[in-house]
């Protein structure tokens, strides 16, 4: 895989674009680009690994659901999270064609993805990266959704066994809407991918 032919395919298909080497990075160029502005997240293992709510609610004011501490907060905060200037969040998988990949079982983070803001960035480490669409989907399916559950303890078939989705009913299902994003949304000024050359996310 060429770095450079996925970033020509995310291009080709409405995206801006950049590349950083590692997390530390990304999380820099993110920490100079946004200040004094009201932002959404988006559950990602990346950014938290990243510690971008760290860094950005210094000088900004975040919303960050993962910061509440029952269901009720939670909800509160995914509200507000989807009406921000600014949303940020990562995917579970990316083709080199350019689609991305996104699981969700509450409907926040992929709510947050389509609509409603100025500007979304997406933050994705290269291992997500496969090399067609339908190994996307199966990625999502198989890696991100059954490493996401075990890392909630969640009581899925995929979380105990840890090796792939069992298309469960489980009251715990996180797989509970799979969402394409072919090309940029419509409406949105500017949806840019962060691009990390480090192994970060699921």
Same mark, same amino acid.
């Given at each position: 895989m060429k770095i450079e032919t996925v970033m020509e395919a995310l291009i080709k298909n409405g995206y801006s674009v950049r590349y950083f080497a590692s997390g530390k990075e990304a999380a820099?160029?993110?920490?100079?680009?946004?200040?004094?502005?009201?932002?959404?997240?988006?559950?990602? %293992?990346? +950014?938290?690994?990243m510690e971008l709510y760290q860094k950005l609610s210094a000088h900004n004011t975040v919303y960050d659901p993962n910061q509440s501490k029952d269901n009720d907060a939670f909800l509160e905060i995914a509200q507000k999270c989807l009406t921000t200037d600014i949303y940020l969040t990562s995917v579970n998988a990316m083709s080199e064609t350019g689609e991305l990949v996104n699981i969700d079982g509450t409907g926040n983070r992929i709510a947050g993805s389509l609509f409603g803001h100025k500007k979304i960035y997406f933050i994705i480490s290269t291992n997500k990266i496969e090399s067609t669409l339908e190994k996307a989907v199966w990625r999502a399916r198989n890696i991100a959704a059954?490493?996401? %559950? +075990?890392?909630?303890?969640?009581?899925?078939?995929? %979380?105990?066994?840890?090796?792939?989705?069992?298309?469960?009913s489980s009251p715990d299902r996180i797989c509970n809407a799979l969402t394409i994003y072919m090309k940029k949304m419509n409406d949105i000024e500017d949806v840019e991918i962060v691009l990390i050359g480090e192994e970060l996310g699921f």
């Amino acid at each position: 895989m060429k770095i450079e032919t996925v970033m020509e395919a995310l291009i080709k298909n409405g995206y801006s674009v950049r590349y950083f080497a590692s997390g530390k990075e990304a999380a820099d160029y993110l920490d100079v680009s946004l200040d004094g502005r009201i932002i959404g997240f988006g559950d990602s %293992a990346t +950014m938290s690994k990243m510690e971008l709510y760290q860094k950005l609610s210094a000088h900004n004011t975040v919303y960050d659901p993962n910061q509440s501490k029952d269901n009720d907060a939670f909800l509160e905060i995914a509200q507000k999270c989807l009406t921000t200037d600014i949303y940020l969040t990562s995917v579970n998988a990316m083709s080199e064609t350019g689609e991305l990949v996104n699981i969700d079982g509450t409907g926040n983070r992929i709510a947050g993805s389509l609509f409603g803001h100025k500007k979304i960035y997406f933050i994705i480490s290269t291992n997500k990266i496969e090399s067609t669409l339908e190994k996307a989907v199966w990625r999502a399916r198989n890696i991100a959704a059954p490493k996401n %559950a +075990m890392r909630y303890n969640l009581r899925t078939p995929c %979380a105990v066994r840890g090796d792939r989705c069992y298309d469960c009913s489980s009251p715990d299902r996180i797989c509970n809407a799979l969402t394409i994003y072919m090309k940029k949304m419509n409406d949105i000024e500017d949806v840019e991918i962060v691009l990390i050359g480090e192994e970060l996310g699921f």
